[in-house]
C-alpha cells in the first residue's frame, strides 16, 4: 500500500513539474513559437476545439507567427480566440492566414515576465505540496487503521519528502532556464 502511495504520488507530481513546464513555454519571450498559441481554446463548428487542431504553424521570420487554418472559414474564430487570450499581440489576417508579429522586448517587460515565471514557479511548487500533503494524509489514514507500523510510516514520509524536494528543484530548474531565456538580449 505504501508504494502504491508513493508510486502515486511521484507520477502525479511528475504531471505537475511537466504542467508546469508548458506554463513556461507559453510565455513569449520576443521570438516567435507557436507554443504561446496552440492551445488556445477556439469556437469552431459549434464546440471548443484547441487551436493546433484547427490550425497548422510556422515561423517566417525570427519574430513571425504565421497560423494557416485547415479550413478559411475558422480565420474570424482563430482571430477572435488570440484576442480574447490577451496575449499583448495583434493579429493581422489576409482572409486565408494569420500573422502574429511579436514585438522586440523592452527591459521592463522582461523583468515583468520574469516575475510572472516565477509565480508559476511558486504555483507549482504548492501543487507538488499539495499533493505531498494528500499522500501524507492517505499514509496516516493506513497508519490509523492499523495497517503498517509506525516506521513504516516515518520511511513512507522520508521518501514522500525526498520525491517533492526532488521535484521542485525540476521547477527551478525550469524556472532558471526559462528566466535566464527572458533576459538574453
Known sequence: MITMVLADASERMADAVSH???EFSSVRTGRASSALVEHLPVDAYGVEMRMQELASFSVPEARQLLITP??????PAIERAIARADLGLTPSNDGRAIR???PELTEER???LVRMINAMAEEGKNRLRG???SARR???????EGHVSEDDIRWAGSQLDDRTHSHESEVDRARSAKEDELLEV
Open 70 to 75: 485547415h479550413d478559411p472559414a475558422n480565420v
Open 110 to 112: 522582461r523583468r515583468d
Open 20 to 22: 508546469t513546464r508548458r
Open 131 to 133: 499533493m505531498r500533503r
Open 100 to 102: 502574429l508579429v511579436y
Open 138 to 144: 492517505d499514509l496516516d489514514e493506513y497508519q490509523t
